[in-house]
């Protein structure tokens, strides 16, 4: 399935074997996205930053 990035409105694509708590990331601005799974839906919350600093 396909859920759209709140950012950017971008389709990210999740995997239908996808469990929930899994990181998916949002191929044109790079948020990571948690699952989260519903009873007949899945959806997407915006991942608590693991690291904000990429040392870039
Ligand atoms: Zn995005």
Redo the contacts with the bound molecule.
Sequence with gaps: MYAK?S??E?QINVPDDAVSGEIVT?P??G?NYEVVKGENEVSLRLAESMSEDWGE
Excluded: F, T, V
Aim: hydrophobic fraction near 25%; charge should be negative; include cysteine.
């Design positions: 990035c950012e950017c971008a949002c044109d601005c948020l």
